[in-house]
Every structure is written in structure tokens, then in C-alpha cells.
């Protein structure tokens, strides 16, 4: 079973900053595409970022404020996330195989939480 291991989640405060870590076995980070989703409380798992060779989509929810990003030496990725609000609240899981229009892949994080709240 593929380990995605997800952290950097915690309370934030609303405007405030996080940013997010994925590690990933080389064998996945090399080859697939990478992404981001989020669960929050009584609703569903939705899309947030996607990172491929070249090509990078965003949740226009996340759109402006949040930044993905990966580095191959580390086969890191990560999910810098500004100006963050009460609506953010949410389990944040890495995926590995995420496609072009955001359909998650096979391969999971156990997910990390995020609270924004004063």
C-alpha cells in the first residue's frame, strides 16, 4: 500500500498562514500527478490543487490565496495556503494520481486538520 504521509495542519487564526507537506515513495512522486483535497465537517471531499509537469489548477475557492508546489529532491509536496478563513476548516488530504480535471487518483494521505478560527 502507497504511504502518503500529510502535515503541517493546526489552528490557524482567519487571515492567517499554513502551509502543508506531502511526502510520497519516489516511485509515485516521480511519475504521478499530485494533488490536494479537503473534507470538511458533514460535506463532501472536494478538489483544491493540482500539480502536474508544467500544469497547475486550483479550486477557484483557493484560487489567489493558496499555492502548491513540489520538490523532487524531497518527493515533498506542498500546499501553502494564505489569508486562510473560517471556511478553510477542513481535513486536507494529499493524493497521488489526481487528473486534468481533478478526479482524485487511487493513492491517499491519512489527511491532516486545519482549523481557522479567533
Known amino acids: 500500500q502507497v504511504q502518503l504521509v500529510e502535515s503541517g495542519g493546526g489552528l490557524v487564526q482567519p487571515g492567517g498562514s499554513l502551509r502543508l507537506s506531502c511526502t510520497a515513495p519516489r516511485s509515485i512522486f516521480s511519475i504521478f500527478a499530485m494533488g490536494w483535497y479537503r473534507q470538511a465537517p458533514g460535506k463532501q471531499r472536494e478538489f483544491v490543487a493540482r500539480?502536474?509537469?508544467?500544469?497547475?489548477l486550483y479550486a477557484d475557492s483557493v484560487k489567489e490565496r493558496f499555492i502548491i508546489s513540489r520538490d523532487y529532491d524531497k518527493n515533498t509536496l506542498y500546499l501553502q495556503m494564505n489569508d486562510l478563513t473560517p471556511d478553510d476548516t477542513a481535513a486536507y488530504y494529499c493524493?497521488?494520481?489526481?487528473?486534468?480535471?481533478?478526479?482524485?487518483?487511487?493513492?491517499w494521505g491519512q489527511g491532516t486538520q486545519v482549523t481557522v478560527s479567533s
Open positions: 500539480i502536474s509537469t508544467g500544469k497547475i
Open positions: 493524493n497521488a494520481g489526481v487528473d486534468q480535471v481533478g478526479t482524485p487518483g487511487p493513492h
